[in-house]
DNA sequence: CTCTATCTATAAAT
DNA sequence: ATTTATAGATAGAG
């Protein structure tokens, strides 16, 4: 919202996403709060950025919120943190961790280029498909960081003017003086 | 919002407001999702109606989620030794587990052509040096998978003859006697 | 932080 | 459920 439409995707953890995280953290208190006091609901939010901080917001006490979550998710999808229980708990998320680092291991692998016998020949064509797309937008991506860096040199004036090979080619002779130059790519 | 104004107080349980309530959740949860993708944050939020029906969403576990919670908040706490170790063991351990799965899927992601913006030139170079010896592999395990499949007919006895393109194109008539074939790609 | 143009959510009506 | 008018949220700028 705002001055421009926001994709919602993963955005580049800049200064101004900072902002805007905190913006909309605020916006979803807010709102969870009005939706609190208007229909007399138990809201509790629980927020962690992916620096690991927490955020949370409740109209009445979190904690008991939570328990009464527990009560009704059947007995004990909560664990207590009952040593016992803590400790199975936590192992069963360490698997889950350890899970889904296997699955990205995989998915690594295959852009990769290994293992990929594993792959039905369907699969293998849309994973040929996707590193094309991807090399496609390194390539732009490239072709972009080049383009700053010329802008960046005639800034600073180290270079006078932009010499195409073919130019070069034909030689200097009805140029212009020149002092340094660099070859267009 | 919309038509009116929405004074923020506790309103009347009409059939209108039935539908406000809901509207209002799904925004909310709308929300919250959003700010998990966008920020990559770890989302839980928990809603009961003044008539105690619950209703909640989290972009991962809702229970890890709270775990995740009441890990932090129970520092405030003077749990017994052995809870306090179990505890932070599996905490440093779910940490290191969670680093290594953002590393992976930075990876993954660059992989896939997004986020390059946070890469140098040399990464990017190197990037594309990798993705192209990927479509290389690739390329080559496909044709291998293919020929694999023209020697399951062979063997099937579908195929007699195998037949290259330029052989078509020169002619049959100086050829054996064709039943099947199929055209060498 | 404040401002504001622009986008989104939603109250009310259909 | 779908539409519409309006209040609200917020991205980007200052």
Redesign the pocket.
């Known amino acids: 919202?705002?001055?421009?439409?926001?994709e919602i995707k993963r955005i580049e953890n800049t200064r101004?996403s900072q902002?805007?995280?905190?913006?909309?953290r605020?916006?979803?208190k807010?709102?969870a709060n009005?939706l609190s006091i208007?229909y007399e609901a138990e809201v509790a939010l629980i927020v962690f950025c992916s620096r690991g901080r927490l955020f949370e917001y409740s109209n009445s006490n979190i904690s008991s919120t939570i328990e009464r979550l527990k009560r009704i998710s059947d007995n004990s999808v909560t664990p207590d943190l009952d040593k016992v229980f803590a400790t199975f708990y936590y192992q069963e998320e360490s698997a889950k961790l350890r899970q889904q680092i296997q699955m990205l291991e995989t998915s690594n692998r295959h852009l990769l280029g290994d293992s990929l016998s594993t792959l039905t020949a369907k699969e293998l064509e849309e994973l040929n498909k996707k590193l094309k797309g991807s090399l496609k937008r390194i390539r732009s991506k490239k072709h972009e960081m080049l383009q700053a860096e010329i802008e960046q040199f005639y800034r600073r004036g180290r270079i006078t003017y932009l010499i195409s090979s073919e130019h070069l080619r034909r030689g200097l002779q009805s140029s212009p003086p020149y002092k340094n130059f660099v070859l267009e790519i």
Do not use: A, H, Y
Not at 1 to 6: E, F
Not at 19 to 24: E, G, I, L
């Open positions: 919202m705002g001055r421009g439409k926001t101004n902002v805007s995280f905190c913006k909309r605020n916006g979803l807010k709102k009005e208007l």
